[in-house]
């Protein structure tokens, strides 16, 4: 826990710390290493191809995002883009410093290979391609710009139903104590009209060409049974965007957490 913390926010924190000042400003630092501690276990699992598919929904429903709202905390925004599930998942964490600017944590999944596995690393194949760099102020700014703009801070579009093997965009985060969660499904007007994911393409290192929606068949879509040797597709599952938060289903049955 300590290693990973260490390896990706260690010099965040050490950044952080040095510019906040006074009481108050300690307390906003340690509830940051707090919200990055608690959400430490559910980052590594969603990083460990054995364990992502278990937490996924938890991930996206910004479980540990929530344990670490509150006025007075860090701003701090989950977007994925879901390019079908078994094709191309990007995921950028965005966590404010306390000075104005931020972090950007990119990360992508593709295909599986396994012309990658190694002696060394079996897993390479299903692990995340990842790069971080820093927002200044005005950078920040322009993020937050852009979700407003897109529909993240205002009312959820309740009801609509997100499919593992279709494309779609999903953000959540904390601004200012209150927790925001939307979601737009390619194709549709809201979808085209995001701004946000080329700010955040703009600024990812992973090297990664994006997986670019197209229109998938309504069989492909609705396919809920295991996988068949001769077409080589995956089991589906859908998730449900409600006032709240996500609803989790499974084919027509609805399931505890919405695990696929």
């Not at 710390?17 to 509830?31: E, M």
């Not at 971080?132 to 950078?139: D, F, I, K, Q, T």
């Amino acid at each position: 826990m300590r290693a990973h913390l260490g390896g990706r926010y260690s010099s965040h924190l050490h950044n952080l710390a040095a510019k906040l000042h006074g009481r108050a400003r300690w307390q906003s630092a340690a509830v940051l290493l707090c919200s990055l501690l608690v959400g430490c276990a559910t980052e590594g699992a969603t990083s460990n191809p054995l364990t992502q598919r278990f937490v996924w929904f938890r991930y996206l429903n910004g479980d540990d995002i929530r344990q670490n709202c509150f006025p007075g905390g860090p701003s701090r925004y989950r977007l994925v883009y879901n390019g079908r599930y078994q094709e191309q998942l990007r995921r950028y964490e965005v966590i404010a410093d306390g000075a104005g600017g931020g972090l950007l944590d990119s990360r992508v999944q593709g295909r599986a290979s396994l012309t990658g596995v190694t002696l060394n690393d079996v897993m390479a194949p299903w692990r995340w391609q990842q790069a971080e760099v820093r927002l200044s102020p005005g950078e920040l700014a322009e993020l937050e710009a852009a979700l407003e703009r897109s529909g993240l801070f205002g009312p959820p579009a309740a009801g609509l139903r997100l499919p593992s093997a279709g494309f779609y965009w999903l953000a959540v985060g904390c601004r200012e104590g209150k927790m925001h969660l939307n979601a737009w499904l390619h194709p549709s007007a809201e979808f085209s009209a995001l701004e946000f994911p080329d700010f955040l393409f703009a600024r990812d290192g992973t090297g990664v060409a994006v997986n670019p929606p197209r229109r998938i068949d309504a069989a492909e879509l609705a396919f809920q049974g295991t996988r068949p040797a001769a077409t080589g597709r995956q089991r589906n599952f859908w998730l449900t965007v409600g006032e709240g938060g996500l609803r989790g289903m499974r084919g027509t049955r609805r399931t505890r957490d919405g695990q696929p």
